[in-house]
């Protein structure tokens, strides 16, 4: 099927990026639908959306232009969520998320692999067509570490 690109077939669309973008919602916001295919069908028509604006803002701008090629609601992430009262897609700004960010080598709760391989100690005798043959065994161990 192909995608409508009019923006006014996707006004209810906009008008919910707009409010998700907004400084009402700092994080973003969810809506709840009856069912599942109903939420990832608007989800679909969300995404349409986004890609309508994408091509409008290519032939707004120059292509020296930061947003050419791209929608101020690139910002948005937008997942479809079983809860226990139904089914919501979440609109959540990207840019609102929070991390903590620890160096790897400062961080005591990394997993870790460590592989041991110690020198040859014992030998084993292979024939070859009749000849014996002297290899070096080699014993491998792993050991995981995890922390949690």
């Known amino acids: 099927m192909a995608i409508n690109l009019s923006r006014l077939a996707y006004?209810?669309?906009y008008d919910l990026l707009e409010k998700a973008i907004s400084s009402d919602y700092p994080t973003g916001l969810r809506v709840k639908f009856a069912n599942r295919n109903e939420a990832i069908h608007f989800r679909q028509r969300l995404h349409n959306a986004r890609y309508v604006d994408r091509l409008d803002n290519t032939k707004v701008y120059p292509d020296t232009h930061p947003m050419y090629g791209r929608s101020v609601y690139d910002i948005v992430n937008?997942?479809?969520r079983d809860l226990?009262?139904?089914w919501w897609l979440r609109l959540e700004r990207v840019d609102a998320r929070q991390?903590?960010?620890v160096a790897l080598e400062d961080d005591i709760e990394v997993n870790a692999l460590v592989i041991e391989t110690p020198k040859p100690t014992e030998a084993s005798v292979v024939t070859n067509g009749g000849n014996p043959v002297t290899v070096p065994v080699e014993p491998i161990r792993v050991k995981f570490k995890r922390r949690f």
Request: overall charge negative.
């Open 84 to 86: 226990v009262d139904g």
């Open 11 to 13: 006004g209810d669309c």
């Open 99 to 101: 991390f903590t960010i």
């Open 78 to 80: 937008i997942r479809v």
